[in-house]
C-alpha cells in the first residue's frame, strides 16, 4: 500500500489509504457527536474522511445493501508520504495508548506488526478494551496508536513535513522523541528516534463501545484524496444514506 499509493503533498492530489468499517446508517447516526468528537480533539488520523454507498467499493470490499462504507484515512499513509520524500519510517507495534488531560501517557497493551496478520487496534477495538468516550469527555482514556521508528538524522524535515501534513487534513503526530532517546520509556535503535502515531481507526471505535458490533478493516484499499471531506461534513453528508 505504501508503495502503490500515489498522494502528492505539494500537489494535494492522488491516492490514500484508507480503513474502511461496514455500519448501519441509523447506528451511525446515533454515534454521530461522540465519532465527530473523535477527530475534533485529535484522536482520530486527521480531520479527513469518506462514504461509501451500497454498491460501492473500497478496494476489494464491497459495501452491502442496508450498510454504509465509513472510510478514514489510514496512519500507515505518513509513511508512504514519508518516502515520497526519502524518510524511511518503520511501523513497530500497535496499542492501546493511555491519554491523561488529552496526552500522551503511556502505552498499557501492545501488539508487534511483526508478529501478526491482523492489524492491532482491529483486535483492540473489537475487544471492546479502548475508552474514546472517557478521551473526548476529559481528555483521560484509552485511544489506539502506533509507535513508529525513522532516522534521528530527519527529525526537523520530519516535523516539517507533519505541519504540512495538518495543513491539508492528514495530521496524526501525537508525540516525537530525540534521536536515540526513549519514548513514553521505550527505547529506541540506534541512530533512530520514535514517533507516536494515532491510529486510522480511532473514530468507529465509540460505536464498539456502545455495543454496536462493526466490520471494520484497516488498509482496505486507496481512495482519491479529493473525494475525502472533513469530519464537520459528515453529520449533512450521512443524511443521503439515511
Partial sequence: MIYRMTFDLPMRSGTVVVNTSLVDPLQLHSCLDPVCRVFEKDFAMGKLMTLAGPGETVGELVVPAGKVGFCTVCSITINGVLLKHGIPMTSRFGGLLQV?????????????YDGTSIDPLEVFIRSGMTDYHGAIRDGNGLIGASFRELP????QRFINIGQRLSEVGLGAIMELGLPEQPLLDIPVAPGRMGAII??????????EEREHRIFSRALS????????FRFDEFPHRLQKYL
Fill in 100 to 112: 491523561k488531560d488529552g496526552k500522551a501517557h503511556r502505552f498499557t497493551e501492545i501488539i508487534h
Fill in 152 to 155: 534521528g538524522e530527519s527529525r
Fill in 198 to 207: 494515532v491510529g486510522g481507526l480511532n473514530p468507529i471505535a465509540v460505536l
Fill in 221 to 228: 484499499g486507496l481512495v482519491e484524496y479529493d473525494r475525502l
